[in-house]
């Protein structure tokens, strides 16, 4: 296995991607709307990670950041 991990913004073409993994993985109750997700990445804080193996899509971390921490909201592969 060769892991990749490369960082996304709102118009990388594997967003759709995401996001079905994302409605598979987390029940509704537990979303944030992703239209938020995708506007939160334009903040420094915010971070959606997509991982990869050599060129396959295998899951993706959306994670907020601050000086002193680091939350992990969502983790799906």
Do not use: W
Not at 15 to 34: G, M
């Amino acid at each position: 296995m060769t892991l990749t991990i490369r960082t996304l913004n709102s118009k990388d073409k594997i967003i759709r991607t995401i996001h079905k993994l994302y409605v598979q993985s987390f029940p509704a109750n537990e979303r944030i709307p992703f239209p938020v997700i995708l506007h939160m990445l334009k903040e420094e804080q915010t971070e959606l990670l997509a991982f990869y193996d050599k060129d396959l899509f295998v899951g993706f971390v959306y994670l907020y950041h601050s000086e002193t921490m680091c939350f992990l909201y969502y983790l799906a592969v």
